[in-house]
């Protein structure tokens, strides 16, 4: 007896997806993603945090080495309290990288030494940009860091973010802001929650 084959919109009827299947796989993969998300944007967030705290110890570094090296902290005159600089306004990482800034690196030694910063103009984040005496330094965030140095040499640095006017017996100190709050206070666009900054000193 003859067997009649089975007609080819029939075997593929069986091995094909239906329109259910397809939209339960489609559901599975929207709440997979849903719950992914997240947990990526986290774990994006403490490596940025990760980071910014391996460059606040290594500028600390720097400027201890600077001093260890010279004698000195790394600034031209001195007395009046502490100085406050930033990697961006100041020229204080072309100096710490080699540059001989007002006399102050006449070996042109180098003390530190970053990668080059991601992005473009105006918007260069985790890294370094520039060259030469235009070298600057910005965070994660595309903030720069922001360096407190005892310039009276009387071993306290006053006025830190989050010491709640205590005083930190320290002749360095550096700080990032860290992330940005999504919506600062009316008329304060540079805020950012002091408990969120990293800091040297903790």
Do not use: C
Request: hydrophobic share 40%; glycine share 12%; aromatic share 8%.
């Amino acid at each position: 007896m003859k067997s009649h084959p089975t007609p080819q919109f029939q075997r593929r009827r069986g091995a094909a997806f239906t329109l259910i299947e397809l939209l339960i796989v489609i559901v599975i993969i929207a709440i997979l993603a849903a719950v992914a998300f997240p947990v990526t944007g986290l774990v994006m967030d403490q490596a940025r945090k990760a980071e910014a705290k391996h460059m606040v110890r290594n500028l600390k570094n720097a400027i201890s080495l600077y001093e260890l090296d010279y004698g000195k902290l790394p600034f031209a005159g001195g007395g009046g309290g502490d100085m406050q600089l930033d990697t961006e306004t100041d020229d204080i990482l072309a100096l710490l990288s080699g540059e001989n800034i007002n006399e102050l690196n006449s070996r042109e030694k180098g003390f530190f030494e970053g990668k080059r910063a991601k992005g473009g103009d105006g918007a260069w984040r985790s890294g370094t940009y520039g060259s030469g005496v235009s070298l600057k330094l910005v965070d994660p965030w595309g903030s720069p860091y922001y360096i407190v140095l005892d310039a009276d040499y009387d071993g306290i640095i006053t006025g830190l973010p989050g010491m709640n006017g205590e005083e930190l017996r320290a002749k360095i100190a550096v700080y990032s802001k860290g992330k940005p709050k999504k919506e600062p206070p009316a008329g304060d666009e540079d805020y950012q929650p002091k408990n969120k900054w990293i800091k040297s000193w903790e």
